[in-house]
């Protein structure tokens, strides 16, 4: 067995500078990291987030023949659910900021964590199956000049870069939910 016994490797109590501490030390927390809820950071990621689904679904929306495909149908359903989700989380983020009040507890943050897993999970499964159709139209199909191509890949790129904004979040979420 190949364990270390305190009597072979020494290790010193460091002591503390407060004796007030007493055994356990309280712990320090890094609160407001740039990109959590209630930062100018955030704020900013939320608000890209909403602009580039409302780009997303403003796209796909125009043309005519998206919902002749379930997966365009689900694209904007998905970046509906997004532009929404991040517009809400948008107008809390500037009233933290002007009222200077923190968006760190338990129940906030858990609430943000689960609905930027959702919505960013949503989002890249509908970017994805669009990619799909989009190059299935495109590549395969060779059937571009018949359908709105341009706006469909556009569309699909900007729930790519919605996604790729809303990630942050959730993992900023979850990191804080997670070292609570």
Not at 46 to 75: E, I, N
């Amino acid at each position: 067995m190949n364990v270390s016994h305190g009597s072979v490797h020494p290790v010193e109590d460091v002591p503390t500078t407060d004796g007030a501490a007493g055994p356990n030390p309280p712990r320090v927390r890094m609160k407001d990291l740039p990109g959590m809820p209630g930062t100018p950071a955030g704020l900013a990621l939320r608000l890209s987030q909403f602009l580039f689904s409302a780009a997303a679904l403003a796209v796909m929306a125009s043309t005519s023949d998206f919902p002749s495909v379930t997966a365009f149908c689900y694209l904007v359903a998905a970046t509906g659910l997004q532009t929404l989700w991040s517009f809400s989380l948008a107008i809390a983020d500037v009233y933290a900021l002007l009222v200077g009040r923190s968006l760190q507890s338990h129940k906030v943050v858990c609430l943000f964590t689960l609905g930027d897993g959702m919505t960013s999970t949503l989002t890249f499964a509908a970017a994805c199956a669009s990619a799909g159709i989009t190059v299935l139209i495109d590549n395969d199909l060779d059937s571009c000049a018949h359908n709105h191509c341009a706006q469909f890949e556009t569309a699909t790129a900007m729930a790519f870069i919605t996604w790729f904004t809303a990630l942050p979040s959730f993992l900023l979420n979850f990191w804080s939910l997670a070292s609570r």
